[in-house]
């Protein structure tokens, strides 16, 4: 029965991370999966995890289930951070924790196919995963453009999009940080954005991976905020993944927003319906230790001083690619004004391979760069590989 399989390629976001550990180079150079990097290059375990993790190493007393909604305790200790001060919005809001912000994704799309969505609007490019995970579940798609060829957000398209649809469409916004290209909406256009979603009834399903490494943790969730302001229901999809640095641990969250608490107890009771037939629990380790960090003020300080220093190393590297202007074809300017860990350049697949195959310069067949890929005792490399292929 298997023979009738068909072989699948490997996720090439994925494979990239072997194709770079093969590399024997010592001057390889790794702008591929988005994990942050230090200026020495590693991707070392927060002080606040750790010290969390040692607290549960002294004090948890069981390992025993939870269920399918995971550590609410983390679940809750997160919302004042996404959703402001008044944190539930008046009771509207209830999340469980999910494996990673993809099991959010996964679940947030789930729900809405089971609530009557047949069509999602989706910006491109997008993070790869968001394309497959919506095929997996035989949703259609209907693409628009994220960006204008000159670094803008192309907002109309947006807006247009959200104007025409009918009725049983969604739309995925990325809350923060674009994946792939670093590309955000002004807080004029989620306003615009909000204003139409709230007219044409579209559902917003609003993934949010990169909390805190733009420009701040008010600032980068401040469009999603006034976008939920304005509608009657949503749902949001959160990673613990980048900005407590605990990707393999696969940590998220899933939240929903209703317009009043029967409505919001039954999406919540499929939510958790789906959520045991697709992995019955989520792996409590990470969860809890954000739990404990975000229930203890001097945790919590030390992980914002933490998140502030990746931040902050971020934006000089994307300051110095921005002064470096033009490398070959590539205007390196944009850069200096994008947020988070990503931003595409325009070069061609052939020119990707090229970086990678004689500068040993790792990067996404699309352009994606992870800029925290780069460090002060590499970026000068890179620009100039880039200025000599695309030259
Ligand atoms: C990325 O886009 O590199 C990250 O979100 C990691 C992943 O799972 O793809």
Redesign the pocket.
């Known amino acids: 029965m298997l023979h009738r399989l068909e072989e699948q390629s490997p996720?090439a976001?994925?494979a990239l991370i072997k194709l770079h550990a093969a590399d024997d180079r010592p001057d390889k150079v790794d702008l591929?999966?988005?994990?942050y990097r230090t200026g020495q290059g590693d991707t070392p375990v927060f002080g606040a995890i750790k010290a969390a993790e040692q607290s549960l190493v002294d004090e948890q007393e069981s390992k025993s289930y939870l269920g399918p909604e995971g550590d609410i305790g983390f679940v809750n200790a997160l919302m004042p951070y996404i959703f402001g001060e008044d944190a539930t919005m008046g009771g509207r809001i209830a999340g469980m924790q999910t494996p990673g912000?993809?099991g959010a994704v996964r679940l947030a799309l789930a729900l809405a196919q089971k609530a009557g969505v047949q069509k999602l609007h989706m910006g491109v490019p997008s993070?790869?995963?968001h394309a497959q995970i919506i095929n997996d579940i035989a949703l259609e798609m209907v693409p628009f453009d994220h960006a204008n060829p000159d670094g803008t957000a192309n907002v109309e398209a947006a807006l247009a999009a959200i104007r025409h649809a009918g009725p049983d469409e969604a739309i995925l916004l990325h809350g923060c940080c674009h994946?792939?290209t670093g590309i955000d909406y002004s807080a004029e256009e989620w306003n615009a954005i909000g204003d139409a979603i709230a007219e044409s009834g579209i559902f917003p399903i609003i993934d949010t991976?990169y909390h805190g490494l733009g420009n701040g943790l008010d600032e980068d969730v401040a469009g999603l905020r006034s976008v939920l302001a304005k509608v009657p229901e949503a749902f949001i999809a959160y990673s613990c993944?980048?900005n407590f640095g605990m990707y393999r641990d696969r940590v998220g969250a899933f939240y929903i927003l209703a317009d009043g608490g029967e409505t919001l107890d039954k999406a919540f009771s499929n939510a958790n319906a789906l959520a045991r037939a697709s992995w019955s629990m989520p792996p409590d380790h990470g969860a809890a230790a954000v739990r404990l960090i975000l229930r203890d003020g001097s945790l919590t300080q030390m992980w914002m001083d933490e998140l502030d220093q990746m931040r902050e190393r971020m934006r000089q590297v994307r300051a110095t690619l921005a002064d470096a202007g033009m490398a070959g074809s590539v205007d390196l300017t944009p850069l200096g004004t994008q947020n988070g860990?990503?931003s595409v350049l325009p070069v061609s697949k052939e020119q990707v391979a090229q970086l990678r195959e004689d500068h040993g310069i790792y990067m996404a067949g699309s352009g994606r760069i992870?800029v925290a890929g780069l460090t002060m005792n590499n970026i000068e490399k890179f620009i100039e590989a880039v200025a000599e292929v695309t030259g």
């Open positions: 996720d976001l994925l591929g999966v988005g994990v912000g993809t993070w790869p995963n994946n792939p991976a993944d980048k860990l990503f992870n």
